[in-house]
T-cell receptor, first 107, second 115 residues
Framework: EDQVTQSPEALRLQEGESSSLNCSYT??????LFWYRQDPGKGPEFLFT???AGEEKEKERLKATLTKKESFLHITAPKPEDSATYLC????????FGQGTELSVKP | NAGVTQTPKFQVLKTGQSMTLQCAQD?????MSWYRQDPGMGLRLIHY???????DQGEVPNGYNVSRSTTEDFPLRLLSAAPSQTSVYFC??????????????FGNGTRLTVT
């Protein structure tokens, strides 16, 4: 069965404390992996698409990487405004979303 | 560009009532979809459309109807609301079917409570 699992469910960081969020997947025929950011009371907002193992993409303090089994969203020196829920989704025939990681960055 | 607009933002229904959640996009996207988001679960696809006049079922279609008479609008109808339909509903659109270098653009959701 195709599955997408994100960990941890919640992550609390101090401002400037770098860390990573994980998205592991078991699907047949990956066509793309998407990362989204969701603020409270808002819809998800697109961040990155990754297509093949070894691919990396960066945006400000965020860097997304992809292997054959998982993707990481690295957050370098986070700020309070990075607090949000981060969702990953895998496209393999159908689009499957993970449950999300709620990130809280305290000043 | 307003993007994807959903109305209403909040709604409370009694069991058995019907209602329509509205969704409109001004980006001329062919693909539109409805998701529900529940605590501890990923977004789940209810129905989707690849163009005007074409709709199809997603993962959790029971209790919901959709139609697509124009490119811009994709309303979601709850026929007879049940407490299990209490959720946050998101409409999303993209130029192509998701995955073809075509990420989804989401609205800001409708929070529905069924009592």
């Amino acid at each position: 069965e195709d599955q997408v699992t994100q960990s941890p469910e919640a992550l609390r960081l101090q401002e400037g404390e770098s860390s990573s969020l994980n998205c592991s997947y078991t699907v047949s025929g990956l066509r793309g992996l998407f990362w989204y950011r969701q603020d409270p009371g808002k819809g998800p907002e697109f961040l990155f698409t990754l297509y093949s193992a070894g691919e990396e993409k960066e945006k400000e303090r965020l860097k997304a990487t992809l292997t054959k089994k998982e993707s990481f969203l690295h957050i370098t020196a986070p700020k309070p405004e990075d607090s949000a829920t981060y969702l990953c989704a895998v496209q393999a025939g159908k689009l499957i979303f993970g449950q999300g990681t709620e990130l809280s960055v305290k000043p | 560009n307003a993007g994807v607009t959903q109305t209403p933002k909040f709604q409370v229904l009694k069991t058995g009532q019907s209602m329509t959640l509205q969704c409109a996009q001004d980006m001329n996207h062919e693909y539109m979809s409805w998701y529900r988001q529940d605590p501890g679960m990923g977004l789940r696809l209810i129905h989707y459309s690849v163009g005007a006049g074409i709709t199809d079922q997603g993962e959790v279609p029971n209790g919901y109807n959709v139609s697509r008479s124009t490119t811009e609008d994709f309303p979601l109808r709850l026929l007879s609301a049940a407490p299990s339909q209490t959720s946050v509903y998101f409409c999303a659109s993209s130029p192509l079917s998701p995955g073809e270098d075509s990420p989804l653009h989401f609205g800001n959701g409708t929070r529905l409570t069924v009592t």
